[in-house]
């Protein structure tokens, strides 16, 4: 993740603020949290019980698809990449029926009785029958398991930090660290894909990151979880104002390099002021292409990087933001670079600094859940995920190894400011500009939506979003969600060591910690369910314990326990490794203020 991809373009859809089930005619909009339907607290095990029935008609409906759509040929899959997707129409449940057990239809027929019970107008789900909604959720799920590789890849593919990783950490550490980080964040994609067909249905969809902890954990978890989701992306916003206030900075020095060219913060208000009057757009229609285009753009990077070395690192670039000096022998190293080698600190400390962004990297989690809820058979995600992870995984070894191996100790992050040749260079940095304004525009969409709803419209009472007087409001929050972002940059202006502290504390959580947590969660809680002996009843909507409280957890343990504890040991770990990382960032960040490297609010640009 490190440069930031433009993660969210991959999700076609009207506004990003609203939470509606969209239709091609028409939006159902869904009033408050589902979850509550009929004034009642849905159960654990009811998300279950319609989970199970959806992805057994998602079965149904994909193999009627795969059917009509016939064999792939290089035309329908060019031609599919540009459209909107095919939404698979809701057929009759009976049809659905005949392919589950018999146990399942007498449930399934139960389920049809409590709809009768519960009101089948839909008057007590705000008008919206059950069909319509399960219709609205169908329309939505149009991707298949190749497209979400592509959006997969363009979420998490971000490889310009890598060669400054493997110049922390010399090659042995560089690559065990890479191919650690990489294995378990797949580990903690396949947590999530579990948790999400296991949990989430038509009747109760799964839409953001936060609903998986209050299906487990319930509210105040959500509430937790959804409120460091925001600090990640204004966090996020900032680095991306820092990086590309950066890209300006080098484009107005010209090809001497010698005058400082725009004042620094000058440059920092220009990315910011462009960022929140196109974060004033309301609609994002059809911007799915952006992703595949955002690819490209990294790839075309990484080949301008990679044909630059030959003209030796950008040693003003290392000098001004790290304080090393030009004219040392370029050095590479098996294992950890020693003392004044390392532009990352002393040691440890420069090896968690490498770690930081190695971790970093594979940020991208926080959106799998959306990802899956446009798929249209969630169960095929593990392909998408297993082949987009060896693909990052080999692009990050490749490119960090090649960059590393020319430019050594010299070696800068991002490795498109490390450029030496100014035409090269302007390329690498306009790429980065345009591709880094609209994640960026996205990711403020996103973060200040979760703010919004979390904090202002259901503690402060401020109206819905999708309201005249909540339009307003919204038009006044984004320069002011911009404004902090551009705040936290120009006061940190230290790309590499806040880039490992957003990493550490935020990127690592998302991506290793909470996947953890919530892998316990979800496995003690289904494994205590009994399956002969307890049961959900659709027509009452509960469900008959047989045991309650420390009996019930210890059971569920002990039905995996070398599984849980595994999971147990990792989030353990994974709360090791964040206070490791921000130790590191927060030192180096103190170190490179009292040396006056950093210089907060300054016209002096830090590269």
Request: glycine residues 10%.
């Amino acid at each position: 993740m490190a440069n930031i991809p433009p993660a969210n373009l991959s999700l076609d859809g009207g506004d990003p603020r609203k939470l509606s089930l969209q239709t091609e005619n028409n939006a159902i909009e869904i009033v408050g949290r589902t979850e509550h339907a009929h004034g009642r607290v849905v159960s654990f095990e009811e998300y279950m019980y319609y989970a199970a029935i959806t992805r057994a008609e998602e079965k149904e409906a994909n193999a009627r698809f795969i059917a009509a759509r016939g064999p792939r040929t290089i035309k329908n899959v060019i031609k599919g990449r540009f459209s909107k997707g095919r939404a698979e129409k809701a057929t009759p449940t009976p049809q659905v029926a005949n392919s589950l057990s018999a146990e399942e239809t007498e449930e399934k027929r139960h389920h049809g009785d409590a709809l009768q019970v519960s009101g089948g107008n839909g008057a007590g789900n705000h008008g919206i029958t059950e069909e319509q909604q399960k219709t609205a959720s169908r329309a939505m799920r149009t991707a298949s398991w190749g497209t979400i590789f592509y959006l997969i890849t363009t979420d998490i593919l971000g490889p310009t930090g890598a060669p400054w990783a493997f110049a922390q950490l010399g090659y042995g550490p560089g690559v065990a660290l890479y191919t650690v980080f990489g294995a378990m964040s797949y580990y903690s994609g396949w947590i999530l894909w579990k948790v999400f067909c296991g949990l989430d249905s038509d009747r109760f969809p799964l839409r953001g990151y936060g609903d998986f902890f209050f299906r487990i954990f319930g509210t105040g978890v959500r509430h937790f979880v959804n409120v460091a989701q925001a600090l990640q992306l204004l966090l996020t916003v900032s680095v991306i104002v820092l990086s590309n206030g950066q890209s300006i900075s080098q484009i107005s020095r010209g090809p001497s390099g010698d005058s400082t060219g725009i004042c620094f913060v000058a440059c920092l208000v220009i990315f910011m002021s462009a960022g929140f009057i196109l974060g004033q757009i309301r609609t994002l229609q059809r911007l799915g292409w952006l992703a595949n285009l955002s690819v490209w753009m990294t790839i075309t990077l990484v080949l301008l990087c990679m044909v630059s070395v030959k003209y030796g690192p950008n040693y003003a670039a290392i000098e001004t933001s790290f304080g090393m000096p030009p004219g040392l022998p370029i050095q590479t190293f098996a294992g950890t670079p020693p003392p004044g080698l390392a532009t990352g600190g002393v040691g440890f400390v420069a090896s968690l600094n490498g770690l930081n962004v190695a971790v970093y990297a594979y940020g991208g989690a926080l959106l799998f859940a959306a990802l899956m809820a446009e798929m249209r058979h969630p169960m095929d995600f593990w392909k998408s995920l297993l082949i987009a992870e060896i693909f990052i995984y080999g692009t990050y070894m490749f490119f960090g190894i090649f960059v590393y191996s020319y430019q050594g100790q010299y070696t800068y992050n991002p490795a498109v400011q490390g450029i030496a040749v100014y035409g090269i260079q302007t390329a690498g940095n306009i790429l980065s500009l345009i591709s880094n304004l609209i994640a960026a525009v996205l990711y403020s969409n996103i973060g200040l939506k979760v703010v919004y709803v979390e904090v202002f419209h259901e503690l402060l009472k401020f109206p819905d979003l999708t309201t005249k007087t909540g339009k307003i409001w919204w038009a006044a929050l984004i320069p002011v969600y911009w404004g902090i972002a551009f705040i936290v940059g120009a006061a940190v202006p230290q790309f590499s060591y806040i880039v490992g502290l957003v990493g550490a504390l935020f990127i690592l959580s998302f991506t290793y910690t909470f996947p953890a947590w919530l892998a316990i969660g979800y496995w003690i809680k289904k494994d205590a369910m009994i399956e002969d002996e307890e049961r959900f009843d659709p027509v009452t909507n509960t469900y008959n314990y047989v045991d309650h409280g420390w009996k019930r957890w210890k059971r569920g343990f002990m039905k995996k326990p070398f599984f849980n504890a595994f999971n147990i040991f990792y989030f353990l770990g994974a709360l090791v490794t964040c206070a490791l990382g921000c130790y590191s960032s927060i030192v180096s960040l103190r170190m490179a203020f009292e040396s006056n490297i950093a210089t907060s609010l300054s016209c002096s640009p830090p590269l």
